[in-house]
């Protein structure tokens, strides 16, 4: 039986693809998450034989979420599906040590094919992926992956949930930590970066794909903060 586990923050996304994986003799959804946070637990919890991640997820983000999987599990499959055929988000998932990348708009016919390729120890990416990484990927690209590079895992995960419309104490209630410890986080945060507003911390989180987007009144209400 080959298991694997969804993480998908659209529940109607999650029920296409498990039906998807369930028409295959032998396959089976083992779990389902709906934000990083969870997906990174159940896979360290049921050790699925490949882990379908959404790029864009509350909380934790889907390629901090395989940073955190593929640490504690280097030998973990990892298939990501996402909405962009952005050159960056490519670069991004073949740094972190994913194997794989389809586009939803492709998953009707390319997510079977994706799951079970990596399956069998290969590599796989859709035609548009395949073409961005032959044309750009090894392209020298010193501004990629700023948010990597300066910050710690936790630090892109508070900043992802503070870009959410998360305030401090919501951010230590669900990360377990204290809010002076949190505080800490965040003003180590703004140092690093040099920033000096919710505002700039949220414009941040979006340039380097840390959130797909902030809702506009979320936006105004950081611009005024």
Same mark, same amino acid.
């Given at each position: 039986?080959?298991r694997?586990l969804?993480?998908?923050?659209?529940q109607?996304?999650?029920? =296409?693809? &498990?039906? !998807?994986?369930?028409?295959?003799?032998?396959?089976t959804?083992?779990?389902?998450?709906?934000?990083? @946070?969870?997906?990174? =637990? #159940?896979a360290?919890?049921l050790?699925?034989?490949?882990?379908? !991640?959404?790029?864009?997820?509350? &909380?934790?983000?889907?390629?901090?979420? /395989?940073?955190?999987?593929?640490?504690d599990?280097?030998?973990?499959?990892?298939l990501?599906?996402?909405?962009?055929d952005?050159?960056?988000?490519?670069?991004?998932?073949?740094?972190?040590?994913?194997?794989?990348?389809?586009?939803?708009?492709? /998953?009707? @016919?390319?997510?079977?094919?994706?799951?079970?390729?990596?399956?069998?120890?290969r590599?796989?990416?859709?035609?548009? *992926?395949?073409?961005?990484?032959?044309? =750009?990927? !090894?392209?020298?690209?010193?501004?990629a992956?700023?948010?990597?590079? *300066?910050?710690?895992? +936790?630090?892109?995960?508070? *900043? %992802?949930?503070? /870009?959410?419309g998360?305030?401090?104490?919501?951010?230590?209630v669900?990360l377990?930590?204290? *809010?002076?410890?949190?505080?800490? @986080?965040?003003?180590?945060?703004? +140092?690093k970066l040099?920033?000096?507003?919710v505002?700039?911390?949220?414009?941040?989180?979006?340039?380097?794909? #840390?959130? %797909?987007?902030?809702?506009?009144?979320?936006? @105004?209400?950081?611009?005024?903060?």
């Open positions: 039986m080959i694997i969804i993480a998908d923050d659209h109607i996304v999650r029920s =296409g693809m &498990r039906t !998807l994986v369930e028409s295959q003799p032998g396959w959804v083992c779990g389902e998450a709906s934000d990083g @946070h969870e997906a990174v =637990g #159940l360290s919890e050790k699925p034989d490949v882990v379908v !991640l959404d790029f864009f997820m509350p &909380r934790v983000n889907g390629l901090d979420a /395989a940073r955190q999987i593929l640490r599990n280097r030998e973990q499959k990892i990501f599906l996402t909405v962009m952005s050159e960056e988000i490519a670069r991004n998932i073949l740094e972190v040590g994913a194997k794989g990348y389809v586009l939803k708009s492709d /998953a009707a @016919h390319d997510l079977v094919a994706g799951i079970n390729t990596l399956i069998h120890n590599s796989y990416f859709t035609t548009r *992926v395949s073409n961005m990484v032959l044309e =750009g990927f !090894l392209r020298p690209n010193p501004g992956n700023k948010a990597s590079s *300066v910050l710690t895992i +936790r630090e892109r995960e508070i *900043v %992802q949930m503070l /870009a959410e998360y305030v401090t104490k919501e951010v230590a669900m377990n930590m204290s *809010v002076k410890t949190a505080e800490t @986080h965040r003003s180590n945060i703004m +140092r040099k920033i000096h507003s505002a700039e911390l949220v414009l941040y989180a979006v340039r380097n794909n #840390l959130v %797909q987007n902030a809702s506009s009144s979320w936006w @105004h209400t950081a611009a005024a903060a």
